[in-house]
């Protein structure tokens, strides 16, 4: 995978315990080309790679954003930026991704967001608004003061057919989901980012609508990683690896040497993503659709397993 070396140009505090960080290219170029929905493998100096939704409108190619807060339950990622980032460090990156891809065919648009789960969806909206298109935004945040850019969302929701709802959870306020779903337009498109019970209750209320009308991301995988007992074969060279119990695929392919791109180490970004050639896989993963997961073409070695004794990989 190609890497972007950037420079950090710009730190801003968008919410209590939120802040957003500018990234350009040092030398100013203008930066590969995002769609909304996209994120970006951060490779932190401390050795930790991290995926971070990329916040600001797609259009724009002399920086990337991201918005990060900082969590408590953090594996080092959040709290290495909050404490450690500083205007004019070098940070490596990988090319942008996109696994919540915007439907631009859909006649209205619905999103939900809880949180910080506002990254991913903040440039749907500016591109929508250059489409011209209507869309409602559903956003709940615990209180006022940890509402992350909520000055832009206001100014965004100045376009005609734009609408912002939002919701404080400590003031017992909460998304009536299925109301929301049931009184949306009629092919709509349904978006939801957030913490688990969020995106657990925004599942659940949109089971009668198509799959193809509706896209998620979640925070962590809703599934534990498969537990291992089984073995990988590499197609190109014939090696053979046993995966033992409490031991990830990508763990084991690692430990024998091999460069496999990875970043948030829970099926959520998609990043160390492996073409299998043979064997069925044990997907644990929250990126891939339900016809990727039936084809079993595919499979993310950081959280996933197999289902057969020997899984072959074109590797």
């Known amino acids: 995978m190609e890497t972007l070396e950037l420079q950090l140009r710009q730190i801003r505090l968008e919410a209590e315990g939120i802040a957003s960080f500018e990234l350009a290219r040092p030398d ?4 590969p080309a995002v769609t909304a929905g996209a994120h970006l493998d951060i490779h932190l100096p401390n050795g930790l790679r991290r ?7 797609p259009d724009i190619r002399s920086h990337y954003r991201i918005t990060v807060k900082r969590d408590a339950a953090s594996r080092g990622g959040s709290n290495w930026l909050h404490d450690n980032a500083r205007v004019g ?3 490596v990156a990988g090319e942008p991704r996109n696994n919540f891809a915007l439907d631009e065919s859909a006649r209205h648009h619905v999103l939900i967001a809880g949180g910080i789960g506002i990254t991913p969806l903040l440039p749907m909206l500016w591109r929508l608004n250059a489409l011209q298109r209507s869309w409602t ?9 940890q509402m992350a850019h909520d000055a832009e969302l206001r100014s965004l929701a100045c376009h005609a057919g734009a609408k912002v709802m939002r919701y404080f959870t400590a003031q017992g306020e909460r998304m009536k989901l299925r109301e929301i779903v049931d009184g949306s337009p009629a092919n709509s498109h349904f978006y939801g980012c957030g913490p688990a019970g969020l995106i657990d209750a925004f599942t659940e209320a949109t089971q009668g609508i198509a799959p193809r009308h509706v896209s998620l991301e979640r925070f962590a995988a809703s599934e534990a990683p498969s537990a291992g007992g089984y073995a990988v074969r590499l197609a190109r060279d014939g090696r053979q690896f ?16 091999l460069d496999i791109p ?3 180490m829970q099926g959520i970004c998609g990043s160390c993503s492996l073409r299998v050639l043979d064997g069925l896989p044990d997907h644990r993963d929250e990126c891939l659709s339900e016809e990727e ?5 595919v499979v ?8 057969t004794p020997v899984l072959v990989l074109d590797l």
């Open 137 to 145: 935004l559903h956003y709940s945040a615990r209180t006022p003061g």
């Open 28 to 31: 100013g170029q203008a930066l």
């Open 293 to 297: 997961r039936k084809s079993a073409q």
């Open 300 to 307: 993310m070695p950081c959280c996933s397993g197999a289902r």
């Open 262 to 264: 990875y970043s948030c």
């Open 51 to 57: 995926s971070y939704s990329i916040s600001s409108a």
């Open 242 to 257: 046993d995966v033992p119990p409490g031991q990830s695929m990508l763990d084991t392919l690692l430990a024998a040497g």
């Open 89 to 91: 460090m070098h940070i």
